[in-house]
């Protein structure tokens, strides 16, 4: 009888230990997923709390976000190792590494954009400090120059999700400028649909933040071909 409680005992001891082992290392398999993406995750968690309407439905919102993440990098019978609010704890941890400097770095454009003009100029002052030169302006789309690359930017100050329509826009603009690269960069987020456009038609979607992503595709992928224009020079 002894003998059985001990083995009881040892199997609920052992399966325990199995049981937090699993834990472990599926909470650190969620963590490494987690870090490459926290300025993405600080910059939405910002950007829908700036344009949420009161805190309940900012919670709703991000919820949703953390609800999405939860079920791309966790399996189902995973899932029920780590559950949501095992996620969500982990998602605030890994905030609160953030040092603020870097947080109010990358929310910069963001919080001092308060109009579409606004956003432009501070853009190209930041672009121009990057070692972009503006070439020439094609409607509403920025045709930038850097060391022989030629990209089409489309600078859009959103106050809700942007929509596919800027996405096609810039890639036709390349198109005529001839250009390699097109990226329409926001100081707001994408939505699904615009970045499925994105992805498909070649085009970078980039948050404001994210300047050194500015870099050009493969240029044996599309040809070039010439474009004028009229010289403008950036804002100062």
């Not at 400097?101 to 990358?106: C, G, H, I, M």
């Not at 600078?155 to 097109?182: F, N, Q, Y």
């Not at 939505?191 to 050009?216: F, K, T, Y």
């Amino acid at each position: 009888m002894f003998a059985t409680s001990l083995a009881l005992w040892v199997i609920a001891i052992l399966l325990l230990l199995s049981w937090l082992h699993l834990q472990e290392r599926v909470t650190e398999q969620c963590r490494r997923a987690i870090r490459p993406q926290i300025e993405r995750l600080i910059i939405e968690n910002r950007w829908m709390e700036h344009h949420a309407r009161g805190a309940v439905a900012f919670e709703a919102l991000w919820d949703r976000e953390l609800v999405r993440l939860h079920r791309a990098h966790l399996s189902r019978p995973l899932r029920a190792v780590v559950r949501f609010r095992g996620f969500r704890r982990l998602v605030s941890a890994e905030f609160a590494s953030i040092l603020p400097a870097e947080v109010a770095s990358w929310t910069f454009l963001d919080r001092v954009s308060a109009s579409q003009a606004h956003y432009e100029a501070l853009m190209l002052r930041c672009l121009k400090a990057a070692g972009w030169r503006l070439n020439y302006q094609d409607q509403d789309h920025f045709v930038l120059l850097r060391a022989r690359t030629r990209v089409v930017v489309c600078l859009h100050w959103a106050d809700r999700d942007v929509a596919c329509l800027p996405i096609s826009d810039v890639a036709a603009a390349a198109e005529r400028a001839g250009s390699t690269t097109a990226c329409v960069m926001t100081n707001g987020r994408f939505s699904g649909a615009a970045r499925a456009m994105a992805e498909e038609q070649n085009v970078l979607a980039l948050h404001c933040s994210q300047i050194d992503l500015l870099l050009p595709r493969d240029k044996s992928t599309v040809a070039h071909r010439t474009a004028r224009g009229t010289g403008f020079r950036l804002a100062a």
